[in-house]
């Protein structure tokens, strides 16, 4: 089993900054993917960003020129750095990785996120 960990959430003011960590833990094989969901109530969970295990990012419209996500292979994280922050980027962010040969997906339980002056 593979466990992953969400930090960084809070509450910041239009315009702030945050920067949001994930990590897996346990049973983890080689990461094909790792990426951030941002769900808010009533809605689906929707893609933020992802990226593959040879480093290529992929943005949502939303995120582009303002998030930045990265990862670190050797300690199993992703990272999401998110900048001019927007009161629509408020939600509950959601961390996920896809592992090993049989691309198991697995979900973190998340870190809310509120923007707000």
């Known amino acids: 089993q593979v466990a992953l960990v969400e930090s960084g959430g809070g509450l910041v003011q239009p315009g702030g900054s945050l920067k949001l960590s994930c990590v897996a833990s346990?049973?983890?094989?080689?990461?094909?993917?790792m990426g951030w969901y941002r769900q808010v109530p009533g809605k689906q969970r929707e893609l933020v960003a992802h990226?593959?295990?040879?480093?290529?990012?992929y943005y949502q419209d939303p995120a582009k020129g303002r998030f930045t996500i990265s990862s670190d292979n050797g300690k199993n994280s992703v990272f999401l750095q998110m900048t001019s922050l927007k009161p629509e980027d408020t939600g509950v962010y959601y961390c996920?990785?896809?592992?090993?040969?049989?691309?198991?997906?697995?979900w973190g339980r998340g870190t809310q996120v509120n923007v707000s002056s």
């Open positions: 996920m990785g896809d592992f090993g040969p049989e691309r198991m997906s697995y």
């Open positions: 346990g049973n983890v094989l080689s990461m094909n993917a």
């Open positions: 990226i593959t295990g040879t480093g290529r990012a």
